[in-house]
């Protein structure tokens, strides 16, 4: 009885989060968090007047200047103990978001052996291992866009997605979600919460702001080459097709008439209480309209599978697969060698993006499915005021 109690309570969630800490802490060197501390220490040392750069890796921090203050803390910290926290809280946070959206689809609690072992599963999945191996935030964002989305309202919520999009713009495509079900007051609360990161910055970094907000916000280049096989959204492989960039009207012409169309399917799952559902095809629209959306943004492909696991096993086990596998990967990339992709290499090396369009379809054929058995259920002689009860 006592085990049972263990392996049912927090404690296995708790034994892998202080492994993946002690693992982090051991193994350091994590690229993208060295960013985040050297972004923090330009900002301590008196804001910058435009995008940090890391003098060690050469990368520069392109994220808003309300999201360099955001990394302040761990520039306090030494190398080693920021990457021990910082893992433990992405672990932290995925066994979270396990949790929350198990018990948001099957009305379950999860077992805390079950939540330890979905958590370590999943970093077979490349968008996972990816985060932590690069030591990025996007676990953490999707965490918090879960965590206010899934719950019942309250008088806050929109609040912390607006400020989460304020570290990074990708979750402004849940406050269009919000938007398109109706649920207009707590899209206005996160847009006020995004404004606010953005006026914040501006009064901290006037100069940064600025050139964040014009020159480098338009640049799809400026975080890395788009046709990189990793780039899987509707702007990479377009580019990778073209051999070459493809124009603004052309690239929106594509990607915007996709990302509606994946929310309208979303919005139809929302209004039949079918939030995780919703909430995992709205990551997938911003994914695939998104210009850059590297394989480590896709984090989501485990809510998604979550979600599917409930509903079609068969297609969250192809899902999970597509993720494991990461097709894209075994094609000749980098240095332009996407160019050169045959048109086999182009649909295995667009693997992500093809199964989240893949998914929408499956998502719209089921909510047509599911309408149309509940207008054959309803009995003959029903008054049209009474409505189909969902």
């Given amino acids: 009885m006592r085990w049972s109690r263990l392996l049912n309570g927090p404690a296995p969630v708790a034994v892998l989060v202080a492994v993946a800490a002690v693992a982090g802490g051991l193994h350091g060197g994590f690229t993208d968090l060295h960013v985040y501390q050297q972004t923090g220490r330009a900002v301590l040392d008196g804001m910058p007047s435009t995008p940090p750069r890391d003098p060690v890796t050469a990368l520069t921090f392109t994220y808003p200047p309300f999201a360099g203050l955001v990394m ?11 990457a021990a926290v910082w893992t433990g809280a992405s672990t932290a946070a995925l066994a979270a978001v396990v949790v929350l959206v198990r018990r948001t689809t099957t009305r379950r609690s999860t077992p805390g052996w079950l939540a330890a072992a979905v958590c370590a599963g999943a970093l077979a999945m490349e968008p996972v291992w990816q985060n932590v191996a ?6 953490l964002v999707m965490a918090v866009v879960l965590l206010d989305l899934l719950r019942p309202d309250r008088r806050w919520s929109g609040v912390p997605l607006g400020l989460v999009a304020g570290v990074k713009l990708t979750p402004l495509v849940f406050v269009v979600l919000l938007v398109v079900v109706g649920r207009r007051e707590t899209a206005r609360r996160a847009l006020l919460a995004f404004g606010a990161t953005v006026a914040v910055g501006f009064l901290a970094a006037p100069g940064w702001a600025t050139s964040y907000w014009t020159d480098g916000l338009v640049d799809a280049g400026r975080i890395g080459p788009p046709a990189l096989a990793h780039n899987q959204s509707v702007y990479g492989a377009l580019t990778r097709l073209l051999d070459g960039r493809p124009s603004t009207v052309l690239w929106l012409a594509v990607a915007v008439p996709l990302g509606a169309a994946i929310l309208l399917v979303a919005r139809g ?40 696991w409930e509903r079609a096993r068969w297609a969250a086990v192809a899902w999970a697969a597509v993720f494991v596998g990461r097709p894209m990967l075994w094609l000749p990339w980098g240095q332009g060698r996407e160019y050169s992709w045959t048109p086999l290499e182009h649909v295995l090396g667009n693997a992500y993006l093809l199964a989240a369009l893949a998914v929408p379809v499956w998502a719209a054929v089921s909510l047509t499915s599911r309408a149309g058995l509940a207008e ?15």
Avoid: C, K, M
């Fill in 134 to 139: 690069f030591g990025q935030v996007n676990v």
């Fill in 376 to 390: 054959r259920a309803e009995p003959v002689g029903r008054s049209p005021q009474q409505g189909v009860g969902y």
């Fill in 72 to 82: 302040v803390p761990l520039a306090l910290l030494p190398a080693w103990v920021a």
């Fill in 269 to 308: 799952w929302w209004h039949r209480g079918d939030r995780p559902l919703a909430t995992g095809l709205a990551a997938l629209a911003g994914l695939v309209a998104s210009p850059i959306s590297w394989s480590h943004h896709w984090v989501w492909a485990v809510p998604v599978a979550l979600v599917l």
